[in-house]
C-alpha cells in the first residue's frame, strides 16, 4: 500500500515538473531575446575628438550616433557624424582640413 502511495507521489510529481517546464519554454519563447552589436572607436582625423564623449570610451551601443571636432584651425570636410550599426560604423570617412588666409 505504501509503495503504491509512494509511486503515486512521483508520478505526480513528475507531472507537475514537466508542466512548469512547458510553461516556462512557452513564455520563454513569447519574447525571444534581442542581439545587438557592438562598435569599437570610429576612425577619426588626426587630433580630433568625439564631441561630448570620453576619450576613454570604448564601444558604442548599436543605433549610437557620434560627432567629431577637429583640432583648433582645422575645419571639418565631408561627415562629421557616424552611426553604429550592426557593428560597423556607417557614415563618410570624416576629414579635417587646414585653414588658409589669403
Not at 549610437?64 to 571639418?76: A, D, I, K, L, Q
Request: aromatic share 8%; charged share 20%.
Amino acid at each position: 500500500m505504501f509503495s503504491i502511495i509512494y509511486l503515486k507521489l512521483i508520478e505526480m510529481f513528475i507531472s507537475i515538473s514537466l508542466s512548469l517546464i512547458i510553461i516556462l519554454c512557452v513564455l520563454n519563447s513569447s519574447s525571444p531575446a534581442r542581439i545587438t552589436s557592438r562598435c569599437g572607436k570610429p576612425g577619426l582625423p588626426p587630433q580630433s575628438k568625439l564631441r561630448h564623449i570620453s576619450p576613454e570610451t570604448t564601444r558604442f551601443d548599436d543605433n549610437e550616433t557620434v560627432n567629431f571636432v577637429c583640432p583648433e584651425n582645422e575645419f571639418p570636410h565631408r561627415g562629421q557624424t557616424k552611426k553604429c550599426v550592426n557593428g560597423r560604423w556607417i557614415g563618410k570617412q570624416a576629414k579635417c582640413g587646414k585653414i588658409f588666409s589669403l
